[in-house]
């Protein structure tokens, strides 16, 4: 309303494959992360079938969705949220960030840039609003004490901690791995060419912008007519230019 104010709403989801939208859901959440393994349920119980690899942008980053996806076989092309910024040549030499700190699996710590080690301190727990329940690793320095390099480090009294769920830092090093491989990076191209495609059509083409009904399931009906209609015109359009048989059979084999 430009006014500081929100809208009623509802988060709408949608998966495309092949240029055709093939599952979809309505959240009340306004967060993305937490519609992603249920639209992919939802596609399941549908079609008794999921997707060999999916491809997200950085909302959907989360240690649940990592493990979601990999307990269902789907191989995770998720950009993760500090992919743009990790590129930067200050994100790079900030030898302080812990993601730039030498991590040692053998004796499970890191060293800080004035090679002090930050040993493994405690461990704790951390439940996601859908009751995901992650393992947090926390890591202390005691030699920050006498430490020249104090103040461009941490502004903490008990000195410098580091938390790190092992779990979410794995799947975060496969993702990216995944992505900036030249798979990866053609996965990522297809992604905003169909998905953000078929929201430009939805809304900017078509001017679906408002629901004309109320109720979470009169709306879910409301946007399955629009996505039927999307279909429709996208097959009728690749039959038009012969190209129907190299897109459904890409869809049949997903």
Same mark, same amino acid.
């Given at each position: +309303?430009k006014n500081?104010?929100?809208?009623?709403?509802?988060?709408l989801q949608?998966?495309?494959e092949?240029?055709?939208?093939?599952?979809?859901?309505?959240?009340s959440?306004?967060?993305d992360?937490?519609?992603?393994?249920?639209l992919?349920?939802?596609?399941?119980?549908?079609?008794?079938?999921?997707?060999?690899r999916?491809?997200a942008?950085?909302?959907y980053?989360?240690?649940?969705?990592?493990t979601?996806?990999q307990e269902m076989?789907?191989? =995770?092309?998720i950009?993760?949220?500090?992919?743009?910024? !990790?590129?930067t040549?200050?994100?790079?030499?900030?030898?302080?960030?812990a993601?730039? +700190?030498?991590? !040692?699996?053998?004796t499970?710590?890191?060293?800080?840039? *004035?090679?002090?080690?930050?040993?493994?301190?405690?461990?704790?727990?951390?439940?996601?609003k !859908?009751?995901?329940?992650?393992?947090?690793s926390?890591?202390?320095c005691t030699?920050?004490?006498e430490?020249?390099?104090k103040?461009?480090?941490?502004?903490?009294?008990?000195?410098?901690?580091v938390?790190?769920?092992? =779990?979410?830092?794995?799947?975060?090093?496969? *993702?990216?791995?995944?992505?900036?491989?030249?798979?990866?990076?053609?996965l990522?191209?297809?992604?905003?060419?169909?998905?953000?495609?078929?929201?430009?059509v939805?809304k900017?083409?078509?001017?679906?912008?408002r629901f004309?009904?109320?109720g979470a399931?009169?709306v879910?009906?409301?946007?399955?007519?629009?996505?039927f =209609?999307?279909?429709?015109r996208?097959?009728?359009s690749?039959?038009? *230019?012969?190209r129907?048989?190299?897109?459904?059979?890409?869809? *049949? =084999?997903s």
């Open positions: +309303m500081g104010q929100l809208k009623p709403g509802y988060n949608l998966g495309v092949g240029e055709f939208i093939v599952t979809g859901g309505l959240f959440d306004r967060s992360t937490l519609t992603l393994l249920p992919l349920r939802h596609l399941k119980e549908k079609t008794k079938r999921l997707p060999e999916l491809v942008d950085s909302g980053e989360s240690e649940e969705n990592y979601g996806l076989g789907i191989e =995770a092309y950009k993760p949220t500090n992919y743009e910024k !990790s590129k040549r200050k994100y790079k030499s900030d030898s302080f960030r993601e730039n +700190m030498p991590y !040692s699996e053998e499970d710590s890191f060293t800080c840039p *004035a090679g002090n080690q930050l040993s493994l301190s405690s461990t704790k727990h951390s439940k996601s !859908s009751g995901f329940v992650s393992e947090i926390v890591y202390k030699a920050c004490g430490c020249a390099l103040n461009r480090c941490t502004k903490s009294n008990y000195g410098r901690t938390q790190r769920s092992k =779990a979410f830092w794995q799947y975060r090093l496969q *993702a990216q791995q995944r992505i900036t491989s030249e798979l990866g990076t053609q990522r191209v297809n992604r905003s060419i169909q998905s953000e495609g078929t929201f430009g939805l900017g083409d078509w001017g679906f912008r004309l009904r109320r399931q009169h879910f009906t409301e946007v399955l007519l629009y996505c =209609a999307f279909n429709v996208k097959l009728n690749k039959i038009q *230019a012969q129907q048989g190299v897109i459904l059979h890409q869809l *049949a =084999a």
